[in-house]
Nanobody
Framework: QVQLVESGGGLVQAGGSLRLSCAPS????????MGWFRQAPGKEREFVAA????????YYADSMKGRFTISRGSAENTVYLQMNSLKPEDTAVYYC????????????????????WGQGTQVTVSS
């Protein structure tokens, strides 16, 4: 069974940091583009960041630029989302996703283009 498993969420104060991890199981995603999305209660799913298959290219939502960093480990195939300077409005369930396309550039922000999804991890930022 192919799975993406997110971890690293939790409760943090405003201004703090968290590092989310997304670990694949059941297959390798080394040739896949990867992305992070989030969804707050009552809101649409929102694109956060994406990274290409090799880790050489990234793309961010404007509101995350400078605060969030997406990366991927080479050996373990894990994808990370480092989140700094967190704000209460960053509170959401964060989802990892895998795209069969190695890279779609700015089109990476379209959730329907992803083929596999994790179960999500809750991030709560208190004021």
């Amino acid at each position: 069974q192919v799975q993406l498993v997110e971890s690293g969420g939790g409760l943090v104060q405003a201004g703090g940091s968290l590092r989310l991890s997304c670990a694949p199981s059941g297959r390798t995603f080394s040739t896949y583009g990867m992305g992070w999305f989030r969804q707050a209660p009552g809101k649409e799913r929102e694109f956060v960041a994406a990274i290409n298959w090799s880790g050489s290219s990234t793309y961010y939502a404007d509101s995350m630029k400078g605060r969030f960093t997406i990366s991927r480990g080479s050996a373990e195939n894990t994808v990370y989302l480092q989140m700094n300077s967190l704000k209460p409005e960053d509170t959401a369930v964060y989802y990892c996703a895998a795209d069969r396309s190695p890279w779609r550039g700015p089109n990476s922000d379209t959730w329907s283009g992803y083929d596999y999804w994790g179960q999500g991890t809750q991030v709560t930022v208190s004021s």
